[in-house]
């Protein structure tokens, strides 16, 4: 079993330097899907190559996984998929961030380390402060995309985007997915253990307004 990374470390306060969208992607243009917690990233090779007109953007706190990421990407020569190392919330409170909010339509936190203690709960990667950032950050329409197996993180998780005017659920059943994009045409690691366990999913949209 892995041990989880905290995020309050400070060994994550120093971010990386985020390239120019021109640099990370073959088609600077395209929207951008961001994944948070991408761990070794298999869920964005696989929506990379199933959603093709789309560039696709991972963050992982894990270092080795996102070395191993980066050169499976420079090996399979995918041009719409990179993968960032570090605290995601040092990272989109940087002033760099600019660079990629540019062209983010949606955001997926799929299976976050649920942190259960109390007192690590501000280790869990949705905060109120974050939240806010991404209501100042994000152009109106973006979508957040959450999903756990735990409903007590699902409950924060909930609770913290809905206490923030600028963010609506938008009802799973009314969500019409693009042609284009769609995050859910592939299952994340975690999500086929939970499936394989019968494990509940709880998940829900949201849309900044
Ligand atoms: C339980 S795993 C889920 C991985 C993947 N999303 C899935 O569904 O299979 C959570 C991942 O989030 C990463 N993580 C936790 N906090 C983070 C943070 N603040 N910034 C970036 N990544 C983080 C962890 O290292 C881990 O790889």
Same mark, same amino acid.
């Given at each position: 079993m892995r041990q989880h990374v905290?995020?309050?470390?400070?060994? $994550?306060n120093q971010i990386e330097r985020i390239p120019s969208l021109g640099e990370m992607f073959g088609d600077s243009k395209l929207n951008l899907h961001l994944d948070i917690g991408?761990?070794?990233?298999e869920f964005l090779f696989d929506l990379a190559l199933v959603n093709t007109s789309w560039n696709y953007l991972g963050i992982e706190i894990r270092e080795k996984l996102v070395k191993n990421a980066k050169l499976k990407v420079l090996e399979s020569e995918i041009k719409n998929l990179y993968f960032l190392f570090g605290n995601a919330n040092n990272i989109l409170n940087d002033v760099q961030s600019e660079l990629i909010i540019k062209n983010l339509k949606s955001i997926s936190f799929y $299976?976050?380390?649920?942190? $259960? &203690?109390k007192r690590h709960y &501000?280790?869990?990667?949705?905060?109120p402060e974050f939240i806010n950032i991404l209501s100042n950050l994000l152009q109106k329409g973006t979508l957040i995309f959450i999903k756990t197996d735990v409903k007590d993180l699902f409950d924060y998780m909930d609770y913290t985007i809905s206490n923030n005017f600028y963010f609506k659920t938008i009802d799973k059943k009314d969500f019409n997915y693009s042609e284009s994009f769609n995050p859910n045409k592939v299952k994340t690691n975690r999500e086929k253990y939970v499936i394989n366990n019968q494990l509940d999913i709880f998940e829900r949209i949201y849309i900044k307004i």
């Open positions: 905290n995020p309050l470390s400070i060994n $994550f991408c761990a070794a990233g $299976f976050p380390d649920p942190w $259960f &203690k &501000k280790r869990r990667v949705i905060q």
